[in-house]
């Protein structure tokens, strides 16, 4: 039986009935504010609370994965993420690659994702954010600070949630996090953290995977057909420190530390195998045992700043620790048969899974690296980077002996920006990392196996050119290798040559006029694969990779009515190989989503009401989950929020 969530109609009630708590205590959080346009550098890749855009985000970079390659970054230290770090607790999201990464010690290939953490605010304040789309998404969001004394404050969070996607699948999901910050001396910081999710009745939406090279037919719009007891169920948490230490003389100490958790009760897979031109189909239910994926990281950082009149040394000594165990195998294949796209499915499960054995998998991987940055002002500035690392990996297979696999090697980076003039810089890099390359897809004969890690290459340059005040263009060159992972002629997902991703960028950001701000930020990809075999044929172009990708965001202040604001985003998304023969490619996609905000106040209180109109032209077709299997996109829909801080 499902849960109950809040209904849509509860959702000004709530927010408004907030502004009766508490005193006019000063704004600690500031939800109401929350604006990706207005508040992002650049168009490579920002989120805030509900806003985002970009033309990168954490899955993809430049046609590969930064979470998967272990790019990932809390408060710029490292961290490994077995399951996302819940909203509660990140404030914003960055996409940092070119110019945009300059700066940051030991600059990765596939970019950086740095996450600001949502720190307790000087003052104690909360802001509470309420939501719901006409798809009859619902939720409820609170955050705030109680200040404790002058040195030491407690941040929290809690959301409720019913959440419909567009494939008519729902869930019912919560979350809560803690967040304390102490002073205990001058100049020293702790923030220690912890955020737990669980996700129920969460529907496993149907994977479409063709009889032949073509696209399957699409299916109704918003309508579940798959089995009812086929839901996911989920535990996922966070916990974790931050500290810094200044030591006088320019001597800075950070540290991080991260454990973060994912537990799966129960799952599914939702298969529709050998679909014909006029959707029939044969329906495949695959579940999975219960699962843990545990993951331990963190960076402890002494860093050196040294001012020299114009010029500025920074030197980084770094120490990464990772330690990592996965589970997966122990699947059950349940075929139910004969269906039809947008049929009802009504087969029952069996009344007790006969899972089979676990494998496991532990990765061990620490760094020790040396970086430097110099900046030379209004003369350019220099990053340099070097690291041993030292990494190994062991995995078990029920019935075989244990594997293992061992790497001890130098990865580094550098790069370079000069100041041409006082509005134009240019800038070149070079770096090498050792990354992960995620799972094998749902349909493949390893389905779920943590692929091998890696080594990947990039070279980039470029400039960034100050139209104005505020206003900057940023543009690009690049060029990645790594190993491409597709299908053998076992159907196994593996290393099968190499992909060489090489295109342009550009991110335009800042006010047009005082009331007018854009974000506009595009990529042009080239991508092949080169030296490929084992077996299966393999095409010029990797799967998933579109021609291009272009983002443009604007936000229109008017001059009617204060407080008003409009905005618009139009993306286009070029043409996409879809399977590894390069036989059927996902074609082009435009969307255009509207929307606007009004910021008023209520008794003193900050007030923000926001609408969007999401795909306003219906634009319906498939993305890609992996080579020659699809899911459908979202269709039209309408969403809101009442954003209050008090």
Do not use: C
């Given at each position: ?89 990140v ?40 939501d ?70 969460d ?20 309508q579940?057909?798959?089995?009812d ?10 916990q ?10 320019g ?41 843990r994926n ?14 020299e ?55 061990r ?25 030292r990494y ?164 229109w ?90």
């Open positions: 039986m499902r849960r109950t969530a809040p209904a849509v109609w509860l959702a000004p009630g709530l927010a408004l009935g907030a502004l009766a708590l508490g005193s006019a205590a000063a704004r600690a959080q500031d939800r109401s504010g929350d604006n990706a346009v207005t508040q992002a550098d650049d168009a490579f890749g920002f989120s805030v609370g509900r806003e985002g855009l970009g033309i990168y985000n954490q899955a993809d970079a430049r046609g590969f994965s930064p979470t998967d390659a272990g790019n990932v970054r809390i408060d710029g230290l490292y961290f490994d993420p077995a399951f996302d770090l819940s909203e509660l607790l404030d914003s999201t960055a996409i940092k690659v070119g110019l945009s990464a300059q700066g940051y010690p030991f600059a990765a290939p596939s970019g950086i994702v740095d996450m600001a953490l949502r720190r307790p605010g000087k003052k104690s304040g909360a802001s509470l954010v309420v719901g789309d006409l798809l009859s998404s619902a939720g409820a969001e609170l955050t705030g600070t109680v200040r404790l004394s002058g040195s030491l404050a407690l941040g929290y969070g809690a959301k409720v949630a019913r959440t419909a996607f567009p494939d008519g699948t729902n869930n019912f999901n919560h979350g809560q996090a803690l967040a304390l910050y102490w002073q205990p001396a001058e100049g020293i910081e702790l923030i220690p953290f912890w955020a737990l999710y669980n996700d129920y009745d529907e496993s939406g149907p994977f479409y995977i063709p009889a032949g090279s073509t696209l399957p037919p699409l299916a109704p719009r918003r579940y057909d798959g089995p007891w086929a839901d996911f169920r989920l535990m996922a948490g966070t974790g420190l931050l500290g810094s230490a200044q030591l006088g003389r001597w800075t100490v950070r540290l991080g530390a991260f454990r973060s958790v994912f537990e799966q009760r129960t799952g599914f897979t939702n298969l529709l195998v050998d679909v014909q031109p006029d959707g029939s189909a044969n329906r495949v239910v695959i579940a999975d045992p219960p699962l545990v993951a331990l990281s963190g960076e402890l950082r002494l860093s050196r700043t040294v001012a009149g114009p010029r500025q040394h920074v030197v980084h000594l770094s120490l990464r620790e990772r330690d990592a165990r996965r589970q997966f195998d122990g699947s059950v294949e349940l075929v139910l048969g004969p269906t039809r796209i947008g049929t009802p499915e009504d087969g029952l499960p069996p009344a007790v899974w006969n899972f089979g054995p676990v494998s496991k998998q532990r990765i991987q620490d760094s020790l690296g040396l970086a430097y940055n110099g900046r030379w002002k209004k003369v350019g500035e220099l990053g340099l980077g070097l690291s041993r690392v190994r990996m062991t995995t078990d297979l029920p019935g075989e002996p244990r594997a293992e696999g061992r790497s001890d090697l130098w990865l580094y980076n550098a790069n370079l920006a000069a100041t041409v003039t006082p509005s134009l810089s240019l800038y070149v890099g070079y770096a090498r990392g050792l990354e992960e390359s995620g799972l094998a897809p749902p349909n493949a004969a390893n389905r779920n196996a943590p692929l091998p890690a890696i080594i990947t290459n990039q070279k980039d340059g470029g400039f960034r050119l100050a139209l104005g005040k505020k206003l900057k263009l940023i543009g690009g060159v690049f060029e990645l290798t790594r190993p491409n992972f597709g299908f053998d002629g076992a159907n196994l997902f593996r290393p099968i040559g190499t992909i060489r991703n090489r295109g342009a960028e550009f991110s335009l950001s800042g006010p047009l006029t005082p009331r007018l701000d854009v974000v506009a930020g595009g990529m042009l990809l080239d991508a092949r694969v080169q030296g490929a075999g084992g077996g299966a044929a393999v095409g010029r172009r990797p799967v998933g990779l579109p021609s291009h990708f272009i983002n443009l965001n604007l936000n202040r008017t001059p009617w009515l204060a407080g008003l604001a409009l905005d618009s985003n139009v993306s286009f998304r070029g043409r996409t190989m879809a399977t590894t023969d390069n036989a059927v490619a996902v074609p082009a996609r435009t969307v255009v989503n509207l929307g606007a905000r009004y910021s008023f106040k209520v008794a003193g209180r900050d007030v923000t009401a926001r609408a969007q109109m999401i795909n306003l032209f219906d634009s319906y077709g498939f993305r890609i989950a992996g080579p020659g299997i699809y899911r459908t996109n979202g269709s039209r829909q309408a969403s809101f929020y009442l954003a209050v801080d008090f």
